[in-house]
């Protein structure tokens, strides 16, 4: 049966016929579509099975807030699951399928979970899925889940791309309905900068569906000629398919711009998610109509009002031939009227009301509408599609009066601003008793830095006008608010003049909250509030009765609202039913909160070019790619790529590993240490600061010298640590570890600006000014003299001296430091020469056998010589005195970062944990972070420990496991032997060891 | 002088816009009193370009002077003046609480040409690039995504933007991102 | 998301631009101190709802800390100042109260 008219259809193109399937069926659609009214179109009313009870669900809504028809579409790279077939404009080859249902969307074995609906209801969670216990594992994990669901996720990488963009504008319009596009019409009159943003490919919002008439005509012409004004402007940006998706404070606001979804193809962004800041917002978000609760409102065929009249108008096609209109005012008439326009049948309006008056409902008496006054649904007829209506009286309790065949069901509860984006920021809401609608309260907006209004609502967003939802409150009050946006932005500003707009007069409402008044226990079972979820009257009625009060709390017990639609249609329709069972009224009862985005977004639009080799930034060292081409296996450290070994052909990571730190103890190894940080400290106090920044005296360093500093928080915990260089006599070169350059140099000049204001220094960091290697072995001065232009032998540049010169013609500072026990240079050369420099180093060190290492061998041949990494010995809640290092804490110094947190009780504890060697006494390697087992057990009945393992290699200096570990009293404890823990296997003993396992005298590095 | 080479040499994009590396720039850091007569006097001594006021860049050719803080300049020469510069910068605040040092080797400088500069650049940056806000004479320290930088006009359509050498590579692919000629925005 | 100008530099910077640094004026305890006085120093902090001084980092800009006065309920900024000082500016006091009347503060004494 096809659902399409023979004429009308304003937004499609007939003479372009668009293909797309529908679980797997061929289906022909037109240029203009959605993906909903071509589905309507084939006559394919069965679109999904509802969340809970895989209900059969058909389209109900012509908008963002359809909540039963979500599709999985494309398929591979581009299937996406949760789709909105309203908002989904059709392209051709769309594929799209239903979801929620097996085996199939006719025959759904799910459809039990409806015979199992007493088990169900609300807070079923919390009571069903407390026992057994055993059910847990084989009943609601996989059974429930299963069936309660939406589409699955995707498992192939997203073939698209995303991107970001950020604007800055004075005034930012949300929504290009005729209230939003005058607003940009007097903001942009009046010089201010515009952006005004639509989340649909038209612009015009209802007005030439509701049939609005604007200078004697219908709306288009004014619309057309509106848009074409605005996108010759300089200073206004038109973005359609941009959807308003969160206002945030101080005008920060995310939009949503779906660039390629009409449109897949390769290459081009699919979002672009804008970060606009905006000093004024005009949100002109239009309105949503509500369902009304009747038993069977949820079969397909029965839609909201107001969609039946879009698809007619803007798509050509209907959802029924004989439509049954049930509704509470007057705007459900034009549904009728535009219906009988299309040919097609009313067979009567059952109004809610006692008294129907108004210009709508005459018009709809006199082309012979049979309009019956008080009378209500007591249910709609059908098992999976709509076969007619059974008439009651509204008043009456929902004895049936008739009953009356149709394939269609309107119904319109009344309509409900979108004060989404008013509401996320903070404005406030009023409730409308004439209108039974929460609108924005002009006297509680959203306010910004400057503790002024920053959001104004317009049009139906704002609530009605004394006329009620009429063309001419859009327009004036559009209007009026582009006017006052422009006016705050610092522009001399006049509402444009709106243009005459006839509407006709329309009738009271009265609000329906339950059809009809005294529907019994088993019709209000039946009366979906949340189509999404499953949310039925009776459910919100059964949490009032089991004591929730509060609205938030009713809806996370019931979960109405909480579906992907955050309950556009259902939030007010449940908290009327809320507010009645509780007896209160409505506005004490109040709304739950609203939360961006308006309607769910694409994960890749919120990471937009966030992917991938993006991801992240890499740092690179200047011989990142000589690394890269030979053999690097690559270890992160910080945002650095740094090389954990180098693999040759055939070799193991642990193969490799020992290869580079046998050859640097034997020959000369390698070691790109660019990455260190590396912080100029000058100016007059440079000296008195730094002692303040180290637990050391770096004052009395002279220069030409070289000293290992450490760093503490005010918390006395150890921080970095690193060789300090003294330049001059005013310059200090502070060396900190890889991660740690950023992070020291912030924390430098926030004691400087903050708290030692008047100290004169500057501080620079300089860390990637340097390429820096260090030629580590016995054979690093033979090498270096091989390149010939500094002396560097033992006398001209001891150990922990520096100095600069030329080296082979490269500019170089020499540091004689030594992080692994050998003779070692630490050579800096600027960045532009590093590559040049390292090849050249490549080259001489040829018959010197040398090799590159990376950070493994750096950080075993560190172990040997039992000096200590932060993050690996520390960890946040380590001082130096744990490490040994009272050596390096200045005793003279009144004062330095960490001293007074250093002196509490717990600090000065001698039973803290205590850095020693660990050597095993079968020579196996410990595990990293084992336990040391100590006596009993603790206060929570666990094992009781007392060290635990900080580093742990395989020495192949040794030829054995070697281990540093923090350990109760350790020092005091020399060749005590300690169980240590293993995961899955028997404890290991380790006996407590110094932890300079080799050349303790330190006669290799001096020499 | 020893083989010096830039961070990305030859890096280029021809898309929405022209990306290029702009090779070896001299680049030197002075931190000092810029209210100062001697300060003053020795960075447009090096730099030949009037000094610049807050939030500003004077930059002609290869030099210029960039407001970085308010006790901070950066100085552009050509590279191999830089080391020279400095050093004379030094000698001329000699006595003074100053801090000079050449970081030429520590940053990549990347160009981008086109009318959609400005466009390009939004993508990446939440600074307002609107021409009634930023325009040629300004100097902007900021990010592109996740990475630190600063940039300037060097005309009405040519960005000149500086960041660390290390992330040389994130951020022309950043840029390359941003001026894919299928992500036109149509904004400025 | 907020926006704060930078008193240093004037740039009005995304938040996203900025580093936090909690509580302002804080005097530091060192060696000397008393234990309460140091745990004051270290651990104890306002947190008001309502008018609250603040340490930021234009640490994408030009690297200078400042501090604000933001009201934390409403995000109403009253106003950015130099780091460099041990209490708030007294115009800015003033300010405050004129927009919060009753606002209590150990500033305004």
Redesign the interface.
């Known amino acids: 049966m096809s659902g399409r008219l023979p004429t009308g259809g304003r937004l499609i193109d007939r003479r372009l016929p668009v293909e797309f399937t529908f679980n797997g069926k061929r289906m022909e659609g037109l240029e203009g579509d959605t993906l909903a009214s071509a589905l309507m179109a084939n006559g394919q009313r069965l679109v999904g099975r509802s969340f809970k009870y895989h209900r059969p669900r058909g389209v109900v809504a012509s908008g963002a807030e359809e909540p039963n028809a979500l599709l999985t579409t494309g398929h591979g790279r581009r299937e996406e699951p949760n789709q909105r077939a309203t908002t989904t404009e059709l392209f051709a080859g769309l594929e799209a399928r239903s979801q929620n249902h097996w085996p199939s969307l006719e025959f759904d074995i799910g459809a039990l979970n409806a015979r199992l609906s007493r088990f169900l209801t609300a807070g079923f969670y919390y009571k069903m899925f407390m026992w057994p216990r055993a059910f847990w594992k084989h009943v609601y994990e996989p059974v429930i889940r299963q069936s309660a669901g939406l589409g699955p996720a995707p498992n192939a990488r997203d073939a698209d791309i995303y991107e970001h963009s950020y604007a800055t504008v004075d005034v930012l319009v949300i929504g290009g309905g005729v209230a939003g596009l005058i607003a940009a019409q007097s903001a942009a009159a009046a010089g201010a900068r515009v952006m005004l943003i639509e989340q649909t490919a038209a612009w015009g919002g209802r007005a030439m569906v509701d049939g609005a008439v604007i200078e004697g005509q219908g709306a288009e012409p004014w619309v057309e000629a509106t848009t074409e004004a605005l996108a010759a402007r300089e200073n206004v940006d038109l973005r359609p398919r941009t959807m308003g998706a969160g206002v ?5 606001v995310l939009a949503y711009e779906r660039l390629c979804d009409h449109d897949p193809q390769d290459g081009a962004p699919r979002h672009r998610l804008w970060k606009i ?1 905006a000093r004024q917002i005009v949100t002109a978000t239009g309105a949503i109509e509500r369902p009304l609760a009747f038993a069977g409102n949820d079969l397909p065929g029965v839609m909201l009002a107001s969609a039946i009249r879009d698809y007619v108008v803007n798509w050509g096609v209907h959802a029924g031939a004989r439509t049954v209109i049930v509704t509470n005012n007057d705007d459900a008439y034009r549904t009728a009227l535009t219906l009988l326009d299309a040919g097609l049948d009313v067979p009567a309006i059952l109004d809610a009301r006692d008294e129907v008056t108004g210009a709508l409902p005459d018009e709809a008496r006199a082309r012979g509408i049979r309009v019956e006054a008080g009378a209500g649904i007591a249910k709609v007829k059908g098992a999976a599609k709509v076969e007619g209506v059974a008439v009651c009286r509204q008043g009456g309790d929902g004895t049936v009066t008739e009953e009356i065949a149709c394939d269609a069901v309107a119904m319109s509860g009344g309509w409900s601003p979108v004060v989404h984006l008013w509401s996320h920021p ?1 404005g406030k809401l009023v409730w409308n008793a004439d209108h039974a609608l929460f609108a924005p309260d002009p006297d509680a907006a959203p ?5 002024q209004p920053f959001v104004i609502p317009a049009g139906a967003a704002a609530g009605p006008g004394d006329a009620g939802f009429t063309t001419t409150h859009a327009l004036a009050s559009g209007a009026e608010a582009g006017a006052e946006a422009a006016r705050r932005t610092g522009h001399k500003a006049k509402a444009v003049k709106p243009p005459m707009a006839d509407d006709p007069a329309e009738g009271p409402l009265t609000p329906v909250w339950v059809m009809p008044q005294g529907a019994t226990p088993e019709a209000r079972g039946k009366m979906w509030l949340d189509f999404q979820n499953d949310v039925k009257v009776s459910d919100v009625e059964q949490a009032a009765r089991e004591g929730y009060q509060s609205v938030e709390h009713t809806k996370r017990y019931t979960t109405l609202g909480m579906a992907t639609d955050q309950g556009k249609l259902s939030n007010i329709n449940g908290l009327a039913i809320l507010a009645d069972s509780l007896g209160e009224p409505i506005p004490e009862v109040g709304t739950t909160t609203f939360r961006p985005p308006y309607t769910p977004i694409s994960m890749g639009a919120i990471g937009g070019e966030a992917r991938g080799a993006l991801f992240q930034p890499v740092r690179r060292t200047p011989v990142h790619d000589w690394h890269e081409a030979n053999g690097a296996h690559w270890e992160p450290v910080g945002h650095w790529r740094r090389p954990y070994t180098f693999l040759r052909e055939g070799e193991s990571v642990e193969q490799a590993v020992q290869r580079e730190v046998r050859n640097t103890r034997e020959a000369v190894g390698l070691l790109d240490a660019s990455t260190l940080g590396k912080i100029l400290v000058r100016g007059p106090d440079a000296g008195a600061f730094l002692d303040m920044m180290y637990t050391n005296m770096m004052s009395t360093l002279p220069p030409g010298r070289c000293r290992y500093g450490l760093m503490c928080s ?2 006395g915990f150890l921080i970095d640590d690193g060789v300090v260089a003294r330049i001059d006599e005013e310059s200090w070169l502070c060396h900190t570890t890889t991660g740690g350059a950023d992070r020291i140099h ?1 924390h430098m ?2 004691w400087l ?3 030692w ?1 008047d100290m004169k220094v500057f501080t620079a960091n300089i860390t990637e000014q340097y390429a820096q290697f260090a030629v580590v072995g016995p054979e690093a001065r033979n090498l270096l003299e091989d390149i010939g232009g500094m002396d560097l032998s033992a006398e001209a540049l001891p150990f922990m001296h520096w100095a600069e010169g030329q080296i082979g013609g490269f500019d170089t500072r020499v540091f004689r430091i030594s992080f692994s026990g050998e003779l070692s240079y630490e050579i800096a050369v600027p960045a532009g020469q590093g590559r040049a420099f390292w090849d050249r180093l490549l080259s001489v060190g040829k018959p010197y056998g040398i090799m590159p290492y990376g950070t493994e061998a750096l950080h075993i041949m560190r172990a040997e010589k039992g000096f200590i990494m932060i993050g690996d010995e520390t960890d946040g809640t380590v001082i130096p005195q744990d490490l040994g290092l009272n050596w390096a804490i200045s005793k003279k110094k ?2 330095f970062l960490g ?3 250093q ?2 009780t717990h600090m000065a504890d001698p039973g803290r944990w205590q850095l020693v060697g660990l050597r095993t006494l079968n020579g196996s390697v410990l595990e990293d972070g084992a336990y040391a087992i100590g006596e009993g057990r603790n206060a929570n009945g666990q094992q009781s420990v007392e060290g635990r393992v900080t580093s742990t290699y395989f020495s192949p200096t040794l030829g054995r496991g070697i281990a540093m570990g923090l350990v109760r009293e350790g020092p005091n404890r020399m060749g005590e032997i300690l169980q240590f823990t293993r995961i899955g296997a028997a404890p290991v003993e380790a006996r407590i060891v110094s932890p300079v396992f080799y050349d303790p005298d330190g006669e290799r590095q001096n020499g | 002088m020893a083989e010096t080479t830039s961070a990305l040499p030859g890096a280029r994009f021809d898309g929405a816009v022209l990306i290029e590396e702009a090779g070896l720039r001299g680049m030197i850091t002075l931190k000092g009193d810029l209210a100062a007569t001697r300060l003053h006097s020795a960075a447009t001594g090096v730099a030949g370009v009037d000094f610049p006021g ?2 500003e860049a004077n930059c002609v050719g290869e030099h210029g002077l960039c ?4 006790d ?1 300049l950066l100085i552009l020469v050509p590279y191999a003046r830089a080391a020279e510069d400095s050093a004379a910068i030094a000698t001329a605040l000699a006595g003074t609480h100053h801090l000079v040092t050449n970081v030429s080797d520590a940053r990549v400088i990347f160009t981008a040409a086109g009318p959609a500069a400005r466009e390009v650049l939004a993508k990446l940056t ?2 307002d690039l609107h021409p009634d806000s930023f325009r040629p004479g300004q100097f ?4 592109l995504a996740q990475a ?1 930088a600063a940039y300037w006009m060097r005309d009405a359509e040519t960005f000149e933007i500086i960041a660390f050498r290390s992330m040389a590579a994130y951020v022309f692919d950043l840029l390359v991102g941003a001026a894919n000629p299928a992500a036109p925005v149509g904004r400025y | ?3 704060l100008r930078c008193p ?4 009005d910077a ?1 938040e ?2 900025l ?1 936090p ?1 909690g509580e302002a004026h804080i005097t ?6 008393s ?1 309460a006085e ?1 745990e004051a ?2 651990f104890l902090r306002e947190n008001p709802k309502g008018v609250h001084f603040e ?1 930021w ?1 234009h ?7 400042f501090h604000a006065a933001r ?1 934390t309920a ?4 009253f106003g950015t100042y130099s ?2 000082v041990t209490a708030p500016p007294k115009e800015l006091c003033q300010k405050i109260s004129g ?1 919060r009347p009753g606002w209590l503060s150990r500033w305004l004494s």
């Open positions: 945030y404070d101080h005008g920060y800041r903070g306010k910004g830095a400057d503790g005010e918390n912030a000049e926030e600006q903050t708290e204001w009144a004062d001293k007074r947190a002196e509490r | 807050q939030g407001w970085m803080a308010p901070e939440p600074a902007r320290r900021t990010r630190p | 998301m907020l926006i240093y530099c004037g740039i995304d996203t631009e580093t640094g530091r305890a060192g060696p000397g101190s234990d140091f120093y270290l340490r980092r640490s994408y800009g030009c690297g200078k800390w009201c409403t995000n109403e900024v780091a460099q927009k």
